[in-house]
């Protein structure tokens, strides 16, 4: 017998909520029914705002006069959780492995939204109220971009209006150890289709002849980077702001993390920018990264064909001061220049988030320190992370208001990978912090 509180997060768990994947849009769907319905039993009053794409959840407790209010965000939607075969168990059925919940979604963002939801029931529950007013927004496209979400907060600027943001939805440098995020990368995705010949053809008749549109994407990826690993498209540095002097000191309390992440991602050996360690490599530098690359035969064996057509799919993670949308105009001016022969070449802009940065020492900052340390014990981590949460930096441009990145993941939780899961430990206490956090903030 589990706990309610675990019983309701593997409910949560169950639902297939892949936003990419219309196969997947009546499970999604359900996931944010079942979630307002807790809500509203927990005393939230919950509301399902529909969009163009996967629905908006609001909900809100009775909000008084002359209190702080607080925007709680997280994430019902999943990554897809192919490939299939690589999970030791069912992807969609949350299984206690050790001290872990194995499950498409239980780190990212299930389990840690959950915590809060579980925090929030439990102050109501033995206090009656919460010490804020509080708006939790729930959304289902976070991790297709939030395409939906920032004309929302425009539509509902009125009804979103808060002090300040708190997300649990990245991580920690290491189990038990409190982490605050004040930073965080953006990100602009592109897709290019090189196009050849109007059907496949043998490559011994015609090869030698016509342009191979494999070969040419491959050109094309080629011109990213230069041997070193600095990206080659023409400005994407201008922007880049350097690391301030504090927090070079303070990550290099951090250690050596090198050793870590050689473990933890598997790689024969470690291929960064030079000239930067291995966490601003990550936290604080940008990069473009091919996440896709196809065209011609994948079967079995060898097939002698000169493919039609073949593709990659970029994503450049941004830091502050870059500007997705002139980073997306330099990359596409990039490839043009670069053009292979022989091919026709289609450039599809994709979404664009924008990178995050806040001050860590700033009075909601020191509260948000203050509800790790109580928490967790000891002084909290301050870092900036190389994942990207699009909406972050909306909430600043729309609403006027910080977030506070309260992250419960750790390292080896392998979000967006097969065996995906979360410490049973970080979710509970993840409802400790939820309402050491409230508590603070209403100071
Ligand atoms: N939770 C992550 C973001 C994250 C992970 C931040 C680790 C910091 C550390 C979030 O759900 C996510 O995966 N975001 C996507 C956004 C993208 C699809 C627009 C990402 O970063 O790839
Ligand atoms: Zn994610």
């Given at each position: ?12 768990l169950r639902f297939a909520s892949v ?175 090189a196009r050849g010949p109007s059907i496949d053809l043998h490559s ?240």
């Open positions: 017998m589990h706990s309610p509180e675990l019983n309701d997060l593997f409910t949560l936003s990419t994947d219309s196969k997947h849009n009546a499970d999604t769907r359900a996931a944010a029914d079942w979630l307002a319905a807790k809500l509203n039993r927990i005393g939230m009053a919950a509301v399902i705002h529909e969009t163009p794409g996967h629905p908006v959840i609001i909900a809100k407790n009775k909000h008084l006069e002359g209190r702080r209010t607080v925007l709680l965000y997280g994430h019902y939607d999943v990554q897809p959780a192919e490939p299939y075969t690589e999970w030791r168990t069912p992807p969609f059925e949350p299984t206690i492995v050790g001290d872990r919940i194995m499950c498409r979604g239980a780190t990212d963002n299930k389990g840690q939204l959950m915590a809060h939801v579980c925090g929030l029931e439990k102050t109501l529950r033995e206090e009656g109220d919460l010490p804020v007013n509080l708006i939790c927004l729930f959304e289902g496209e976070e991790e297709i971009g939030s395409p939906n979400l920032k004309p929302f907060l425009e539509a509902h600027r009125d009804e979103l209006k808060c002090d300040v943001v708190a997300i649990s939805d990245t991580g920690m440098v290491a189990a038990g150890v409190g982490t605050f995020t004040y930073g965080l990368r953006g990100i602009a995705c592109c897709e290019v289709i011994g008749i015609w090869g030698g002849a016509v342009a191979n549109p494999a070969t040419m994407i491959a050109r094309l990826v080629s011109t990213l980077h230069d041997a070193e690993g600095k990206v080659q498209v023409p400005g994407f540095y201008d922007a880049v702001r350097l690391l301030a002097d504090w927090e070079r000191d303070s990550w290099k309390k951090l250690g050596d993390t090198a050793s870590e992440t050689l473990e933890l991602t598997g790689s024969p050996e470690l291929f960064g920018e030079a000239g930067y360690t291995e966490l601003e490599q990550r936290w604080a530098r940008p990069t473009a990264e091919v996440n896709g690359i196809g065209g011609g035969y994948q079967g079995e064996g060898s097939k002698t064909v000169i493919p039609r057509e073949a593709f990659a799919k970029f994503s450049f993670r941004l830091v502050p001061d870059q500007q997705p949308d002139e980073i997306l105009a330099a990359v596409e001016a990039h490839l043009k220049v670069h053009q292979p022969p022989g091919i026709r070449l289609e450039v599809k802009l994709g979404h664009t988030g924008f990178p995050y940065l806040m001050d860590p020492f700033s009075p909601f900052g020191l509260a948000a320190q203050r509800a790790l340390e109580t928490t967790f014990g000891g002084k909290p981590a301050l870092i900036r992370e190389g994942g990207s949460i699009p909406i972050v930096q909306a909430f600043k441009d729309v609403l006027g208001v910080d977030t506070l990145l309260l992250g419960l993941a750790l390292p080896d939780c392998q979000a967006h990978a097969p065996n995906e899961n979360f410490p049973i430990a970080n979710f509970e206490a993840g409802m400790v912090l939820n309402q050491h956090l409230l508590r603070e903030l209403a100071k």
